[in-house]
């Protein structure tokens, strides 16, 4: 009987991983639950933030959510926000996990469970059919 329900497990995440995910349409809550500015300022840092949430819908691979997280990082920075810049790192290292079912986590256009790896061939069109389509 155990052999039964094992294999139907097993068959079942087969059968569920054949059918390849729809990317969802590209979405940004700009900087999600911190100020997108200053005071004086209220959306300085704000494109680097959409910047950030175009590359964290996408998802991929554990190195390209690292090196989105420090292109925040220095785009913060950039408009002279060092302090700001560190404090939103540690925030998206944190809170943008892919194991978390947030609407803010990495690889967030696609269905959740959607943890780290490379797009599939299928999965990098889908990405640059919909950046065309945000483009016009």
Known sequence: MRIIKFTSIV???ISI???ADELKPFTSDGCSAFP???IEQNQL?????EQ?????????????????DKALRACVAGVG????ALLMLAG???GGTPFLPTKFRWGYGWS????YGALSDDELQQVEDATRKIAR
């Open 17 to 19: 991983s054949a059918y």
């Open 52 to 68: 950030h949430d175009y590359v964290y819908w996408k998802g991929g691979t554990y190195q390209q959510r690292l090196d989105a």
């Open 112 to 115: 959740y469970p959607r943890f």
């Open 36 to 38: 997108e500015g200053t």
């Open 11 to 13: 068959l079942l995440f």
């Open 81 to 84: 926000e060092k302090e700001v």
């Open 45 to 49: 840092w704000l494109s680097c933030c």
């Open 92 to 94: 998206v290292r944190v």
